[in-house]
């Protein structure tokens, strides 16, 4: 039996999904969409799904068994809730929420509803480069991973709308969320430097460096570049006490003409992550099929929205701006050891 | 509405296509299986599937709407000709028959019925490599094809099982398929010549190397390699009037460790062609949901069953086996040109 | 006419370079050798050479027209001093000198000379794959450089003689130095971060990042590590406006073997540079028998000793060290812009 | 003491080989030089060398020690017998000479002397990819060497100048005397397959695959294109019994542009090969300074004119052509072992 799936928000990923879940993969149907313009909800509503009104409704309806959300973060929060209380699995698109504190009222409910509910958005963690990296780290035959170099490469961000603050608060977060997940570390605190600015990006700050302070010890440097006009080129090497892994060149064709002997670089990041997107959703339809969730928690929505806030004032303030978690619920799994000093 | 489809062989090859047509792609059911040892048919039929005692009934039933034939090659003549009789789409394992003869009544059958019916497994032109390659050659910016170099190696073959002959007869089709895909080109002639004999297959004739000289006048060099112990490595170059174009390293992670800066290499055709697989029944689906085919054709199969043959003759002529096919029939598309000389 | 010259000390690095300039390089003859162990001096001596009792009375010889200095780093002030008031072109193996102070006292007396006599041993700038990378960003298509990624890895040091002070006052100085030649720039601070460390050096601070801040404002991330085991591994990678220029794989057989697709990686710096080396003397013996210096100048090694310093200020503090250098003499070229914010 | 040499012939290989001779090698130099054409002998001149009016008087002279022959290919016989009559070694540009009988006199009386005065200009043994390919199948891990496919692939070639038999008379001598010598082995057969023509050439009979059948069985494919437009490009790949070694990418900048992730090509033979030519004749220095010669020898001179003439009857035969040796003289070391066969 196909999962009865109703979706909020068909912008431009909420369409995406719709396109994915009804045309690439099995074991899914759309039964209900909504969104604040009623008329883009009918437009995108594949045959048969219901239009409703409100977010509140299409979460109460008989013919959802489980929500993906896709609309603008501040109304992620309500959402969530009402799926929570609902007892309905919900694929939440990044950022989970839009402050540390309703981060934190996610996660009470979740924790009191005793299971998990909410997987986010958080596709690098389905690549199956990172996937093969993870595994090569985890293997262990390198020894501890020591330090993570991130490098986050787009060439241009849409002029006027992307501003200073969201290489920090909004494209941090997959480096962030990605080097938590490789290294199975926290992030403990947060340093941001600013190299000399590219003439491209007017007076944007671009591009940015920033260290992650890792709970074991561990120093992930991440370099955003958010202009860099090439492509869209997402580096990773993890270095070792015994050996270094690193990502991959993408599969491309290796050509040899005049520009040299050359691979392309994907142009976005829907050319690049396009199986990761597929691969995510594949494995939250199983797991929403058996009322719960798996991949990346509400806990690692809510480590997200921190190393964020940790980033904004860490470039205003210069200095290493320390995060403090609260104690992490048994229902996310096990905390990572301190570090020995 | 899911796509009915009756599995004819249900052996190793028979179950995994279940298992894909189940658990990975959108849009099938299997509705029926039929196997020539009926206790096999009924451990691998899905939940609700029927089990018949043979392939006609199967093929006839009214709840089968398309047809996946995984059955031993002597079989595939009579069980193609009943699907086109009853005008069902049908995937056929290769080989599509076993002799030039019973290809081309195959041909007739469906030229007959006027419609493509029938999909033959070459999955390589579903993989995303050689569909990249393809894209860069047809792109034309690198001028005309004159040679491709296909790399054909495995790392070990069932000892006892696997003879002399099949390099040629078996091994060698998917290079001959990809190469008059790649250069949208025929078989005109082979030549094979037998290299120093590797001491790690006893008596077996491995390598091989033949030569497929096209109709354009470009030249295929295959080089098979059937016992070479390290790994499935599957090459292909293409060298143009202005460039050569080339499949690229798969995309395993990159380590650097005591045994230098590497990337691990498949062990078998299952790792390198999993998601060619996939591809290949994603596009079948929608094809014979649409009650037709596409991809590769009966015509293609034909042309396959006779580059084997001339393959054969030309190891134990050690000339050039010339390859004379019947007309292009206009179900399958246009002839590629002769070449000027 | 082969130039004559003197080499003070004859430890591993001075017989070395005996070695290549008499057997590798033309131009050049070895006439004179003195080191504080006699005896070892007159076992490395070339067929004809003197042997000196003291550097003093080496430099001033009528059979000495250069000098190559190979002493230990506390000897160099004086023999600088002393070729520098002979008028006689020097080549002097890293580091210049020990201190800031004595590095001001030869620039001052090589001003006061009037000409370049002094060629610092920092071989990177003669290695072809780092040249070839500077070409790259001189020629100015990628835009301006923003940051660089230097990556410094040693198979392993010396236990007990080599200590957590070296990365940053020995190991550091060729990152700073090739950093400083391939952004044509100047360190203005340093900040040193210590990840956990590696189980591997026991006691030792292994491994280390170290950022240093750019007079332009790029900045250059330096990761350090002296005991990864699996081989000698420098890499570099300049990020800019519009693209990005990385040091190549090192040029070694691809093998398709049981551990993958690889190249090999270095065992020390002695295979890595080895080429840098005698490349590094062909110019030296070219400038030297014009009465002058290329290269490396006494300003760079006066960098040099500022980097190391700051960074060992930086590893204490936590923080930021700046570094001031004294106005540059006109004699060593044009000062670095400075960042325009 | 440096070795006295004697040039003969100062077109643009002579006059680079002077130069190399000169400045960037120790151990040699230029005392005496002639040419057909006097005016340019004496252009060509270093200071002090002595200008000859003929190869002969030149060779005679106390002033040579041995000899570099840079002139045109009909007359190197009668310079070659005249240095072994002399016993001078001598340094030999391809091809040794033009005709196998040539080839058998030059090894007769080279053999009657005794000793081996000749080394001819095979630059390929020389350069370092080449050494490290043969090292890795000599090390033997890789298991017995089967097939190797050689890729030389030219820029392009002069208009007019360059005919349809140079492919197989002047460009292949290069991949079969590297093909002997990586395999250890000679060449006993030759096939010649001419693709489809690339419309650059013209007329040019381009592109060209050769087939060497060595007597050990192995076989070497030659992939021959003289007008690719793109650079020069110059590819070999091992493959043995348990895996395969190929040329690595030259060691370019890997730079990330709007073309992709790539390196650069060489643009010529030159860039190419520059430091082969170098270390080619720094052994040869050492070699004829002991009145001897290493390398490639009048052996592999012979087999090079007899692999040549056996391509242009195999082109015009269409079918395989045998080579027949004569008993290898001692000097040149044990025959390759027959195939087993």
């Known amino acids: 039996m196909a999962l009865k799936i109703g979706v909020i ?19 899914a149907e759309i ?11 009918e437009a995108a509503a594949p045959k048969g799904a219901q239009v409703f009104d409100t977010p509140k409704e299409l979460i109460g309806s008989d013919a959802v068994e489980a929500v993906v959300i896709c ?6 929060e309500e959402q969530l809730l009402d799926c929570i209380a609902a007892g309905k699995p919900v694929f939440c698109e990044k950022p989970l929420v839009t402050s540390e504190a309703a ?16 997987q986010v958005g958080f596709m690098r963690r389905f690549d199956a480069d990172y996937r093969r990296l993870k595994a090569v780290i985890d293997g262990g035959s390198l020894g501890a991973p ?39 570390d ?11 600015r ?26 955003i570049s958010v202009n860099i006009a090439y492509g869209y080129d997402i ?54 099929g058996q009322g719960t969730a798996t991949g990346p928690s509400t806990w690692d929505g809510y480590a997200a929205t921190l190393v964020g806030d940790a980033a904004l004032r860490a470039v205003a303030s210069g200095t290493r701006e320390s995060i403090e978690m609260i104690e992490k619920p048994a229902l996310y799994g096990p905390a990572p050891a301190l570090a020995a000093e």
Chains 1, 2, 3, 4 share one sequence.
């Not at 719709?18 to 690439?24: A, E, G, K, M, P």
């Not at 981060?103 to 909410?118: C, N, P």
Request: net charge negative; hydrophobic share 40%; aromatic share 6%.
């Open 9 to 27: 928000g068909t912008g431009m990923i909420g369409v995406d999904h719709i396109r994915r879940l009804t045309q690439v993969l099995s074991g």
């Open 31 to 41: 039964t209900a969409v909504t969104d604040i313009d009623r008329a883009r909800a």
């Open 71 to 76: 609309s603008w973060g501040p109304a992620h």
């Open 103 to 118: 981060a934190k009222r996610v996660i009470e409910a979740e924790v009191a509803f005793g299971r998990r509910l909410v």
């Open 146 to 184: 020591l330090m993570y170099h991130s490098t986050h490469r787009n060439a241009s961000v849409p002029e006027g709308l992307y501003t200073s603050d969201m290489p920090l608060n909004d494209t941090l977060v997959h480096d962030a969320d990605i080097s938590r997940w490789l290294l199975d």
């Open 186 to 196: 926290e992030v403990a605190a947060v340093e941001v430097r600013v190299p000399r």
């Open 198 to 223: 590219s003439t491209r990006g007017g007076e944007l700050r671009d591009p940015t460096i920033v260290l992650l302070h890792m709970t074991s010890g561990a120093i992930v440097d991440v370099e």
């Open 235 to 288: 580096r990773g090497e993890v270095s070792c006490e015994m050996g270094v892994a690193a990502l991959p060149n993408r599969p491309a064709t290796v050509i040899s003409d005049r520009f040299g002997i050359r691979q392309a670089i994907p142009e976005d990041w829907r050319e690049r992550f396009i199986e990761a997107y597929d691969q995510e959703f594949r494995e939250w339809i199983v797991a929403a």
